[in-house]
């Protein structure tokens, strides 16, 4: 039994189910492998969660991608992930039964990764009644929470699949790579994003712990993650003291619930907490007096 969960997020609700699976460690040197581990523990760090309660139609997979775009009412990047699905697990038992639904309302997920009716783009106002009816704020009860209960189950279904694992984290990279700003570029320079190793010849492990930390934050806020490694940059382009700086920045940002707090319940402390957890890098990075990623930080920057 698949157990959804009524959830309020300001005028929005809708359902939650939680992930079954938990996105395992990274035993790889590629830095956007390990940026994509780093990242899905704070967004959807098991499998299979999704939510629809928040304005956003539905979302899922390890971006927690949206069907709709709440302040525009286009198209999310939900679509495109579900068509990455479609083209390399096209026989994942709970992609098919999630794929036959939309065919049987009409639509379908075009090779461009939107959702059409035909030819036209379905509209967000159509995808978020159906979906999480009505309007995004589904009630706890009758037949609008059966219909946004189906839709949740059918994606956790597709999205829990292990069939679907791979290609999930495959898209994930690939939406890092393809989103690349030219901020981002100016630190990456011309180095290839998708065989970027650390090591020699590759990032150092601070500057791989840097930029995985700025990635798990981009994902949730792109401007003022990039905000964070502008000011970086002007301090330092590469090397120890931009990673001890890039990290400060952004355990600092006064943004939503970004900055480093005592409670330890901070995006900050949160990103901390899952780095020093999972041995991807030296315990001394997050303990002791020269630690770059503290428990807290301090505050003169470095």
Not at 32 to 49: C, D, H, I, W
Not at 53 to 73: F, Q
Not at 193 to 206: C, F, Q, Y
Not at 268 to 279: H, L, M, P, S, V
Request: with cysteine.
């Amino acid at each position: 039994m698949i157990d959804v969960k009524h959830r309020v997020y300001k005028e929005w609700s809708g359902c939650l189910i939680h992930g079954t699976a938990p996105v395992p460690v990274s035993t790889s040197d590629l830095h956007l492998e390990r940026a994509y581990y780093l990242l899905s523990q704070l967004e959807a760090p098991k499998y299979g969660t999704v939510q629809s309660y928040d304005g956003a139609g539905i979302s899922g997979g390890p971006l927690h991608s949206i069907a709709v775009l709440p302040k525009t009412m286009g198209q999310g990047e939900l679509w495109r992930l579900l068509r990455w699905l479609l083209r390399t697990t096209p026989e994942a038992p709970g992609l098919k039964q999630l794929n036959a639904a939309l065919t049987a309302q009409g639509w379908r997920v075009a090779d461009d990764g939107t959702l059409r009716a035909g030819t036209a783009l379905v509209s967000g106002a159509d995808i978020r009644n159906e979906i999480a009816p009505p309007n995004g704020k589904v009630p706890k009860a009758g037949p609008d929470w059966e219909q946004a209960k189906r839709w949740a189950i059918l994606l956790h279904t597709a999205l829990s699949d292990p069939a679907t694992f791979a290609g999930q984290k495959d898209y994930a990279i690939e939406y890092l790579v393809r989103t690349k700003k030219a901020t981002e570029a100016q630190f990456y320079g011309t180095r290839d994003l998708m065989t970027l190793r650390v090591g020699a010849g590759g990032l150092s492990p601070i500057e791989d712990l840097a930029m995985c930390v700025y990635h798990s934050h981009s994902v949730n806020a792109p401007g003022p993650a990039s905000d964070c490694l502008t000011a970086t940059l002007k301090i330092a382009p590469s090397g120890d003291r931009f990673a001890r700086r890039l990290i400060w920045e952004l355990g600092k940002k006064r943004f939503g619930h970004w900055q480093d707090n005592t409670e330890g319940n901070s995006r900050y402390d949160r990103t901390q907490q899952a780095a020093k957890r999972c041995g991807l890098w030296p315990s001394e990075f997050f303990e002791g007096p020269n630690a770059c990623m503290p428990k807290n930080l301090g505050g003169t920057a470095p």
